[in-house]
């Protein structure tokens, strides 16, 4: 089969080849499956450049989103019930920009033939974490304020969109004057430019003088710098990543005297922590908000296998229309 490997870190269009591999075989309790299509998720691409929170070893293969069929099954009754099925494939280990994938059989879900190939490809990282982060780790209640940074991502218009149904309110951090437009008209509440002044200065300028209780960052360095010191006393700031690989500056004073709180927030950790059956009524979560247009994805470019640098550069393109896409294999008809 052919897959996407890279044998030394580095930028992805540079490092990462298409190569002839041996196609896996399932173990117990593990399946199969012959992908359809993949996305290019800033996750793949920190993780081929050796920053991202899991470090492979080396050769490996990005990808740990997408969608396929189930076409074989190691020993194991769950893996067996999934054959002919089309499903999310979960790859905590990179893997999924491939013809097949083997993956544990619980981490292959299945989903109804109404949603698209697109929106199956990209069912988990983003629509989970968002879930998770905000109804789940923060808890944030109808009429509150929510702070994010890179709101133009396609996760931060999830959020835009999620606080519309749930009643929370969202403050938006952009870099570009132009993605305020789109945002607003997604029903964002408020959008500040970086350009604009200092982060702080502008978010209390909206919700008051204290500042808000909760917020997330992807990006730190100064934008981070900038969400944290927008915190109410004792407000919560959920770090998800580091765009730009640089740290969030803390003035411990924050919090000592405000109890003001940075936490970490990694999917996988999340969804480690819960039972397999806990899983379930987040998968049908997320199943449903996608239905109603909520955590659906924005689709941009897709390419196939063999022109992985240009869909990575594109991956990367300030202003990009969605999500880039890695396609696999033709569509088949779900089960």
Do not use: C
Not at 87 to 92: F, K, M, P, T
Not at 131 to 142: D, I, N, T
Not at 179 to 192: F, N, P
Not at 319 to 328: F, T
């Amino acid at each position: 089969m052919r897959a996407a490997v890279f044998d030394r870190f580095g930028e992805p269009a540079e490092v990462v080849r298409i190569q002839d591999v041996p196609t896996p075989e399932p173990g117990p309790n593990r399946v199969r499956v012959r992908m359809i299509a993949s996305p290019v998720n800033p996750s793949d691409l920190l993780f081929t450049r050796g920053r991202y929170s899991i470090r492979p070893t080396l050769p490996a293969s990005p990808g740990f989103e997408g969608v396929g069929v189930v076409d074989a099954a190691g020993p194991g009754l769950i893996g067996k019930a999934l054959v002919g099925r089309r499903v999310a494939v979960i790859n905590g280990e990179g893997g999924n920009w491939a013809d097949f994938a083997v993956v544990p059989a619980f981490q292959a879900i299945p989903v109804p033939g109404s949603l698209a190939d697109e929106q199956v490809a990209s069912f988990f990282v983003n629509p989970a974490t968002v879930l998770a982060m905000v109804r789940h780790e923060l808890g944030v209640p109808r009429g509150e304020w929510l702070l994010q940074s890179a709101a133009n991502s396609e996760l931060g218009k999830m959020i835009v969109r999620l606080g519309r149904h749930d009643g929370f309110k969202t403050i938006n951090v952009v870099r570009r004057p132009e993605a305020a437009d789109e945002l607003h008209e997604l029903g964002a509440d408020a959008v500040i430019v970086t350009a604009d002044g200092p982060i702080p200065d502008q978010v209390r300028r909206v919700v008051g003088p204290e500042g808000v209780r909760f917020a997330v960052d992807p990006v730190g360095g100064d934008i981070g710098t900038g969400v944290f010191e927008s915190l109410a006393p004792s407000g919560t700031l959920l770090a998800y990543g580091s765009l730009t690989g640089e740290p969030i500056r803390i003035d411990t004073r924050l919090m000592i005297s405000g109890g003001r709180v940075l936490r970490g927030f990694w999917l996988g950790h999340f969804m480690r922590s819960r039972s397999k059956v806990a899983a379930v009524p987040l998968f049908a979560q997320v199943g449903r908000l996608i239905r109603q247009g909520v955590l659906s994805t924005s689709v941009g470019p897709s390419f196939p296998l063999d022109r992985l640098p240009e869909a990575v550069r594109a991956a990367e393109e300030p202003g990009k229309p969605g999500k880039v896409l890695l396609r696999l294999r033709a569509s088949d008809a779900a089960s």
